[in-house]
């Protein structure tokens, strides 16, 4: 028996290890990938006739490239405590209305398709922690494995809360073993009565 329970840690194991290096490998082409395209945007600026407009766009590359390469990963001490955070939504969920409130304390009701990426300090048991937010509408397996999840839906609407029990679906599905409880909420957005509260 303990011979049976030791094969099936170390297959768990190189399963993990396997998946470990899928993501290192995937981490390191989508690093590799952004400057070629920087490039690529510089050769066009250098095509733009009018040199006023050319400068100011190589300016705002080079503000993008600048802040790329000082990314976290480059910048931060290992000890810096991170939390991340999914958060998955179909159209006229309102998970950016909600990302917004919890960022700036507002609410904006323009549902943006477009997700994004935000940060954001946060205190917990007295100890200050990186949030990590992530929102977009991919739903590729490397998204779900890594965070704890949000996954919203419009009370008012019927295809949201479906669209969410699916992506709950699938989320359990991409989980690796080592991770069954790690926390997915379920956040259903009452969306008249928020306003009326605002």
């Keep these: 028996m303990k011979h049976h329970n030791s094969d099936k840690n170390g297959e768990t194991a190189s399963n993990i290890n396997s998946m ?11 690093f590799e990938s952004v ?3 920087i490039y690529r945007i ?17 300016q705002q590359v080079v503000n993008i490239e600048n802040a790329f390469v000082n990314s976290q990963e480059w910048t931060l001490g290992r000890s810096i405590n991170e939390i991340k955070l999914g ?20 609410w904006n009701w323009n549902d943006a398709p477009e997700g994004g990426r935000f940060k954001k ?23 779900l ?15 949201t809360f479906q669209d969410a029990l699916k992506s709950l679906d699938l989320v359990n599905n991409h989980r ?8 997915i909420f379920l956040v259903g957005m009452k969306v008249y009565f928020i306003r009326f509260l605002a």
Excluded: M
């Excluded at 600026?45 to 190589?58: A, F, M, Q, T």
């Excluded at 922690?129 to 509408?137: A, M, Q, V």
């Design 20 to 30: 470990d290096q899928r993501q290192i490998n995937s981490e390191i082409q989508r």
């Design 35 to 37: 400057h070629p395209c």
């Design 42 to 58: 510089y050769d066009l600026i250098g095509k733009i006739d009018n040199k006023h407009v050319g400068d100011l766009v190589r």
């Design 87 to 106: 958060v998955l939504g179909s159209d006229n969920s309102f998970k950016n209305s909600l990302i917004h409130h919890f960022l700036t304390q507002n």
């Design 121 to 143: 300090e946060v205190d917990v048991d007295g100890q200050s922690h990186l949030l990590l937010i992530r929102d977009e509408g991919t739903r590729e397996p490397n998204f």
């Design 145 to 159: 494995q890594w965070l704890d999840l949000l996954i919203v839906f419009a009370l008012d609407n019927r295809k």
């Design 176 to 183: 690796p073993l080592d991770e069954e409880n790690v926390p």
